[in-house]
């Protein structure tokens, strides 16, 4: 199957009990995945989907995902290369999130306060929505700036984060709080960077520990959750082949570049528990022009994400519950 991969599968199974049982040639067709009723066997199925989708959409993988467990710590049940430290791409505007929040939790920075939008802050051609208006130079509130960060992944916006919190101290923040290898690239202007690199298990702890109350105060915490679990966040990837209803009880963002297909986040249970996160890491699949939802590794994250919502659909998840939003479509007025 052209895989170098070592799944972690908790105590369930082998990584050579998923992987033998699995090749493109023989995957079975689209079914209804029926719900596991414990973590670990959620953990077994979750491991298959994964090996049986990374190997349909070829290239190289590197992830980690793991399933809650009330009677102990997280079922792990993909560990592929989970150490090795990578371009992150947009998921790490998460960890640049965390770090202006972390000032805001301070006093340091207000989510009301002001940013200037220059014409030459604008990133020409980039993805959101700041470079499309034309209408600088203009200011909007840092919340804004944070809200366009995480949904449509602006990348102004990380220019924007970068005048309130510059590169040498937001990788600070992030080793301070125990990301050592989630870290943004300085440039000479003190004030820009690079997204820089994280791994597959840095990337799942900081998700972890978002959701777990210790990354953040409850109210930035309610913040980050609020702008990836929108309705107007990535639904390209995980949250493709689902109704709104259930994108709600996915916390997603997703990173691309060159060849590179990532996405990082949290599937909840029906209370707003957290009962699965995932940190799936792609490169190398053909395509690499093709940055929509017909990419091999995104249609392969569809279908993984509609297979481990399923999964763990009877499942109950640990910790903070997090209630997402309640959708109030609007016709003007």
């Not at 972390?102 to 207000?110: A, F, I, P, S, W």
């Not at 990788?171 to 820009?192: D, H, S």
Request: charged content about 20%; glycine content about 10%; some cysteine.
């Amino acid at each position: 199957m052209n895989r170098r991969t070592a799944l972690g599968l908790g105590t369930v199974a082998t990584a050579g009990t998923v992987l033998g049982a699995v090749s493109p040639a023989s995957a079975a067709p689209e079914v209804a995945e029926p719900a596991a009723t414990t973590p670990a066997r959620a953990a077994t199925r979750v491991a298959a989907r994964y090996a049986e989708q990374t190997a349909l959409a070829g290239g190289d993988w590197r992830a980690y995902v793991s399933v809650a467990d009330p009677a102990g710590p997280p079922v792990v049940a993909v560990s592929d290369e989970p150490d090795g430290r990578i371009e992150a791409y947009s998921v790490n505007k998460i960890a640049v999130a965390t770090a202006v929040l972390d000032k805001v939790d301070r006093g340091l920075l207000t989510l009301d306060q002001r940013v200037e939008v220059t014409a030459a802050i604008v990133v020409p051609g980039g993805d959101g929505i700041f470079s499309l208006d034309g209408a600088y130079p203009s200011s909007v509130t840092l919340g804004h700036v944070l809200a366009n960060l995480l949904t449509v992944s602006d990348d102004t916006a990380v220019r924007l984060c970068g005048l309130v919190c510059p590169a040498a101290e937001l990788n600070a923040i992030l080793r301070g709080k125990g990301f050592p290898n989630t870290q943004v690239e300085p440039v000479t202007n003190p004030n820009r960077f690079f997204l820089g690199t994280s791994t597959p298990r840095e990337t799942h702890d900081l998700l972890r520990a978002l959701v777990g109350g210790t990354l953040l105060s409850p109210a930035s915490t309610a913040f980050v959750l609020r702008q990836l679990r929108a309705p107007v966040a990535y639904t390209d990837g995980i949250r493709r082949v689902m109704s709104s209803t259930e994108r709600a009880r996915i916390a997603t963002k997703a990173g691309w570049y060159a060849d590179a297909r990532h996405e990082a986040g949290v599937i909840f249970d029906a209370a707003g528990a957290p009962v699965l996160t995932y940190a799936l890491f792609a490169h190398g699949q053909a395509e690499a022009d093709d940055y929509g939802a017909t990419h091999p590794a995104v249609e392969a994250r569809a279908k993984m994400g509609r297979r481990f919502l399923n999964v763990v659909d009877r499942l109950a998840g640990t910790g903070i519950t997090h209630r997402p939003m309640t959708q109030r479509p609007s016709n003007g007025g």
